[in-house]
């Protein structure tokens, strides 16, 4: 089982940037992806950026540019760097990674959101 902790979420205008991070815990073998998802309210659950623990990344095409995801595999942890925020970035952020089981069997893990706010 994979736990994952998510912090830096809150409440910035236009322009401004915030930082989330993202710390996992918990019984595995390894964590291969790790990566943050997004939920607007009355639309579905998308892709942000993901990271692999070598340090390939994927980003959404709407944050290109503006958001760097980066991982510490020593901490576990994944973080994203949110800059040139947009009202359109307001949404429930939430943590997710995908985690190899004592038995080799790989899951998917999320966080429990943490809430993002971009007032125009």
């Known amino acids: 089982q994979v736990q994952l902790v998510e912090s830096g979420g809150g409440f910035v205008e236009a322009g401004g940037s915030l930082q989330l991070s993202c710390a996992a815990s918990g019984t595995y073998l390894r964590i291969n992806l790790m990566g943050w998802y997004r939920q607007a309210p009355g639309k579905q659950r998308e892709m942000v950026a993901t990271?692999?623990?070598?340090?390939?990344?994927n980003y959404a095409d709407s944050v290109k540019g503006r958001f760097t995801i980066s991982r510490d595999n020593a901490k576990n942890t994944v973080y994203l760097q949110m800059n040139s925020l947009k009202p359109e970035d307001t949404a429930v952020y939430y943590c997710w990674c995908n985690a190899v089981q004592l038995m080799g069997v790989p899951r998917n893990y999320w966080g429990q959101g943490t809430q993002v706010t971009v007032s125009s």
């Open positions: 990271i692999t623990s070598g340090s390939s990344t």
